[in-house]
């Protein structure tokens, strides 16, 4: 219910030979340029993220309160404002119980929806859904604004936080990008959004500061006041400004790949696509990608990537608070530095081993750090031990925009609609959300008793962790690095190329 202009600038302004057009972006304009080249369009990128940023500052500013507001609903006070006590543990209990059931739930429902909204989106432009999920996000903020302003009941808010996912926003902002990008600045593209969304983790300290110095400091109205503002302005400012993507925009013509031929008959945009293809539904493009095997590893990435990450989250503040005595403020400092490394790795890493490393490098380094952290976690006796951790996990992050970038390039060669493949994905990729959480609290809570020859083992579930990184690193590396960059192999003009045997080719 998951973020550079001058980094991306369009590749064929800068003298280099004109790329295949992946999407069906062509110039500016909004036609299909016949070399392929994309323009980059600084306005439109400009009035794509920053709704975003709006809308993520508004969910993390109303993220922080919310856990008092949930235990002030429940018990009737703030009962943990004095420390430790059973009531406190009952409250967080209760509170913690709902909102992973309520996350369960919206899990499920964004597997259900996202390739409705892929399809809708495929008919009816990515600009409308894009509205319709920034619109379908209000709810939420405003049922909380009213829970602490009217004493409404907290139950609403649960009930709100579910209407997102019936518009889920991950694949119509893949959609967009994947619309507006050629496949040679994809991944900063990807990187781009990744920047995007690191950007929100710097305004609840902000906030803090700003609610310290100010001269009624109330946290929760602030942050509530604040998100409310933030989410109502974005959706404004999309509703103004906010571009449909180039190929939508191109009279309603489907100009993917495949769906129209280009002038030299070589080029990634031809090819055909037989009627079936055109309109496969979720069943008959799941059944396809299937079959294929860089498909086929592209879903598992998604699946033990998101299990691994969203599993291990759920654990990792109370292993901490448990192991290392890691109280707020550290926490707020731990984000504070990753945050900052994120941002780094999103835009200046990004493009430094884009210029220096293969794909398949980048990928393992990548990794490498991801498995740096685990150690790290492992091993450390103090929260001072975690700051690098913190700056390794927010590097090892930057495997989400090749995961992205994976993922949209499998869905522009596959020569099936566009919005139904990153549905499936999107789907695909809710199944380890859904399971990530019940079965990482389960190992930790196994892990606390005294079962391991007489001792609790707490570290057992970053052990697990370690174990399910190897499995992504030996997964990524499976797949052919063309794949990561959107390549097709060049082939005679008299050879007939089927757009499923991309997904395999080797450079």
């Known amino acids: 219910m998951e973020e550079r202009s001058a980094l991306l600038r369009d590749e064929g302004a800068s003298g280099q030979e004109p790329q295949p057009s992946y999407g069906a972006a062509g110039a500016a304009g909004g036609g299909v340029s016949k070399v392929g080249a994309k323009a980059w369009d600084n306005a439109a990128w ?56 309520v996350g369960i739930m919206g899990s499920i429902l964004t597997a259900i929806f996202s390739p409705v909204v892929g399809v809708l989106g495929d008919r009816f432009g990515r600009r409308p859904m894009l509205l319709l999920c920034l619109f379908a996000s209000q709810f939420a903020t405003i049922v909380s604004w009213g829970v602490y302003y009217f004493q409404w009941k907290f139950y609403w808010f649960f009930v709100a936080s579910l209407i997102p996912a019936f518009v889920p926003a991950q694949v119509l902002l893949s959609m967009w990008i994947l619309d507006m990008t050629s496949e040679r600045s994809r991944a900063s593209a990807y990187g781009l959004l990744g920047a995007v969304q690191v950007l929100y983790g710097f305004t609840a300290p902000l906030m803090v500061e700003f609610t310290a110095a100010s001269a009624n400091p109330s946290m929760t109205a602030t942050a509530l006041n604040m998100s409310i503002t933030c989410k109502i302005s974005g959706l404004f400012l999309a509703v103004l400004f906010l571009p449909e993507s180039t190929s939508i925009a191109a009279e309603g013509e489907d100009l993917r790949p495949g769906m129209a031929a280009s002038e030299g008959g070589d080029s990634a945009t031809s090819g055909d696509r037989s009627p079936k293809t055109r309109k496969a539904s979720f069943y008959q493009c799941l059944g396809q990608l299937l079959q294929n095997p860089t498909a086929k590893v592209a879903m598992l990435i998604s699946i033990v990537s998101s299990f691994m990450n969203v599993g291990e989250s759920q654990v990792a503040t109370q292993y901490t608070k448990n192991r290392l005595s890691v109280m707020a403020q550290d926490r707020a400092g731990l984000r504070l ?36 952290t685990h150690v790290i976690y492992i091993l450390a006796t103090s929260a001072t031990a975690l700051y690098p951790a913190a700056v390794l996990g927010a590097l090892g992050s930057l495997l989400a925009v090749y995961v992205s970038t994976l993922n949209a390039n499998v869905a522009t060669i596959s020569g099936m609609p566009l919005g139904t493949v990153l549905g499936v994905f999107t789907s695909v990729g809710q199944i380890g959300m859904i399971l990530g959480p019940p079965v990482f609290s389960s190992v930790f809570l196994i892990s606390m008793r005294d079962i391991f020859w007489g001792h609790s083992f707490p570290q057992l579930a970053f052990c697990f962790g370690i174990v399910l990184n190897l499995i992504v690193v030996r997964l990524l590396l499976v797949v052919p690095e063309a794949a990561y960059e959107g390549a097709r192999p060049s082939l005679p003009r008299e050879v007939s190329q089927d757009p499923q045997d991309d997904l395999t080719a080797t450079p």
């Open 46 to 101: 400009l009035a794509f993220l920053v709704p975003v940023f709006l809308e993520g500052a508004g969910e993390t500013l109303s993220g922080l309160v919310l856990p008092d507001m949930a235990v002030v609903n429940y018990a009737g006070s703030d009962v943990c404002s004095g420390g430790p006590s059973d009531a406190c543990d009952r409250a967080i209990t209760a509170t913690t119980a709902v909102g992973v059931s």
């Open 337 to 372: 530095c990753g945050v900052s490394a994120g941002l780094f790795a999103n835009t200046v890493l990004l493009r430094m081993f884009r210029g220096a490393l293969s794909v398949k490098l980048q990928v393992l380094l990548c990794c490498l750090f991801g498995l740096s």
